[in-house]
Structure formats: C-alpha cells, structure tokens
C-alpha cells in the first residue's frame, strides 16, 4: 500500500489493530518487491486496486512457485474478486448426500455399533466416512481475462473487465461487449455507482477475499467460484 500516514504506510499503521484482531497469529508489514526470489515464502498473496497486468503479472508469478494468487477492487457499487489456487489445487471435503446414501445401501442391514468399540474408534470411523480428498483447477487471471468467456458472468465482471483496462467510457464498453458476446446487459444504475468506495461493498468483497484464504490455508472446504 502506498499512501503515506504520518511518514509511514497505511500497512505499518494497520499492523498493531490487525494483531489485536487476530492474536494467534502474527501480523507483520513490509515494503520488498515480490519477485522471484521472495515469492516462495509465502503460501498465499492477495492484491488489491491493481491493474490488469499488474494482476497478470503477479498471478503469473505466482503459478510459476506455486503460491495462491487473489485480486480485489471494488468501484462504487461493483466488486470484484478473482483467485486461483493452481491446476491441482487438493482439499478436503465432506462426501455428498448421494455418495453416503448408497455407501449405506451397500453396507445394508449389517452396519451397526460394534459393542466393543470405544466411543473414540466410533468417531474417527465418522469422520473417514464423512469426508474425501477432491482436486479442484484454477485458470490463471490472464486465461479467464478473454471475454468471449464471460457470457454467463455477472455484471460487475463485465464493469471489472473494463476499468482494470483502463476503459474512459465503461457504459459503452458494457454495452458493446455484452453484444458481442451475446450477454445480458449491465442495468443503467449500476453504471451510475461506480465512484468512490462504499463501506458495504467493500466489506462484502473483503469478507469474500479473507474467506477463500483460510479455504485454501486449511484445505478443508470447496472454493467459491470467481466472482
């Protein structure tokens, strides 16, 4: 973060409120480039008000070592979000609804408590049944950037697309891409909002953001898809 508070960056002014926030971890700043020699010490890297290839760059750099890539703006009342967590990105997750029913119909009548089983082996049986190893694939921010995959994407896609650019007239930019690429069109009012940071707004991509890093830190849950 560049801005200058009081002769120092808006991070190093955050760090002491962000540490009494999260107390079991450690909360630290620093101003070194990411670059190819310091990228690997980190297991995730998330950036935001960039540009589009500000984020193509990083995110590329970030595929090549092997480290979790995430992009954020927001525009008014547009949000933006982008992750990519690599081509083989492995978690845990609990089994489907299907997949248990007919484990159940297998087994039939025979699966019961056993009596001398402890109440610890009765659990951890639960838990191996209850869950499974998935293997989910990202595209990088340069692959999924081509518009003519954006069709079913929402509007603030559409607006992200534009302004990450460098886009004057996004109106006109949403309104030709969206007939070229046969989509529905971004509303008026939508395009009208799009000055300054809004508290709300801003709060839901951040939520979104934080929310995908402890998913893809503790590998126990199902990504979201980019938005």
């Known amino acids: 973060i560049n801005a200058e508070y009081g002769g120092h960056t808006f991070a190093d002014t955050a760090v002491p409120n962000l540490q009494i926030l999260n107390p079991l971890v450690r909360v630290s700043s620093t101003t070194e480039d990411l670059s190819k020699d310091t990228i690997g010490q980190y297991s995730v890297v998330c950036i935001t008000d960039g540009t589009h290839d500000e984020y193509s760059a990083l995110n590329d750099l970030c595929r090549e070592h092997g480290v979790s890539f995430l992009a954020c703006n927001t525009w008014g009342m547009a949000g933006f979000m982008f992750q990519d967590a690599g081509a083989n990105f492995k978690f845990i997750a609990e089994k489907s609804k ?3 029913e007919q484990k159940g119909a297998d087994q039939g009548a025979t699966k019961r408590r056993k009596v001398d089983s402890t109440d610890k082996n009765d659990k951890q049986e639960e838990d191996e049944d209850g869950y ?11 692959d999924a950037g081509e518009v003519t995959k954006l069709k079913f994407s929402s ?5 992200a697309q534009g302004l990450l650019r460098g886009v004057t007239d996004i ?12 989509a529905k069109h971004v509303p008026d009012d939508l395009l009208q ?3 300054g940071e809004i508290v709300p707004i801003c709060a839901i991509v951040g ?7 402890i998913k893809i830190s503790v590998i126990t849950c199902a990504m979201n898809g980019n938005c």
């Open 132 to 142: 499974e190893q998935r293997e989910a694939s990202f595209v990088t921010y340069r």
């Open 171 to 182: 109106g006109q930019y949403c309104r030709e891409t969206a007939e070229k690429i046969n």
């Open 207 to 213: 939520g979104m953001a934080s929310q995908e890093i």
């Open 98 to 100: 299907v997949h248990k």
């Open 193 to 195: 909002n799009l000055d």
């Open 155 to 159: 509007p603030s896609v559409l607006i």
